[in-house]
């Protein structure tokens, strides 16, 4: 009974279904740490375009309704459902997964890993089906999100931040590094901005350009 109550209508046609069942997928760590921004800079601010006060709640409880799921799991889950525009920080889903834990909409299970699993109570199951079109709302305009990122600029260099984003954190604390190597870190920036800024720069029309 729970699944049918949680399963996208047919209304919203396959790429709603989609991304239910993508944003259902999660990863294998965890961190620790409302409902109110983001951990990664300008991302975090498309949370008012993405969800409406309350969504993130009724997603998270979705998603658990589905399978029972750890924070980390739900993150990489929300974010690859809005295709990287918006990723939760720990500090925004866990005080979260506490408030529906204290709301009695979610209880903990133990894993015997450390960490902690959550699933749905009568009372969340309860809450999804009187919200079950604010639901759909939400799944749908996370298709729409998805749909118009294929394609364009973000779509194309999204695995070139992420690893330019990991060398840098993974190194950014590190006392051992020569000034030079500093120097040539912060030279190859600075470069690579040159170019793209060039690159991207509006291209002045054959009519316009000089003879």
Do not use: C, W
Not at 61 to 77: D, R, T
Not at 156 to 171: E, F, V, W, Y
């Amino acid at each position: 009974m729970m699944n049918d109550q949680l399963t996208p209508r047919k209304s919203g046609g396959r790429r709603r279904d989609k991304v239910y069942n993508l944003i259902r997928r999660g990863g294998h760590h965890e961190h620790h740490r409302g409902e109110r921004g983001g951990r990664r800079g300008g991302r975090g601010e498309k949370l008012h375009r993405l969800f409406e006060h309350g969504d993130l709640k009724r997603v998270l409880l979705a998603l658990v309704a589905k399978k029972p799921s750890h924070g980390y799991e739900l993150i990489k889950a929300i974010e690859e459902a809005s295709s990287g525009l918006y990723v939760p920080s720990p500090g925004v889903i866990y005080p979260t997964l506490t408030l529906l834990e204290e709301q009695e909409l979610l209880e903990a299970v133990p894993t015997g890993n450390g960490r902690k699993s959550y699933r749905l109570t009568a009372a969340g199951e309860a809450e999804l089906a009187q919200h079950q079109m604010a639901v759909d709302v939400i799944f749908a305009r996370l298709a729409q999100v998805t749909e118009n990122r294929e394609g364009n600029l973000a779509e194309g260099i999204s695995d070139t931040m992420k690893q330019l984003k990991h060398t840098l954190r993974s190194n950014m604390m590190r006392t051992d590094l020569a000034p030079e190597q500093i120097a040539e870190v912060n030279q190859a920036l600075q470069t690579a901005v040159a170019a793209i800024t060039l690159t991207l720069a509006p291209q002045e029309s054959a009519a316009e350009q000089p003879e």
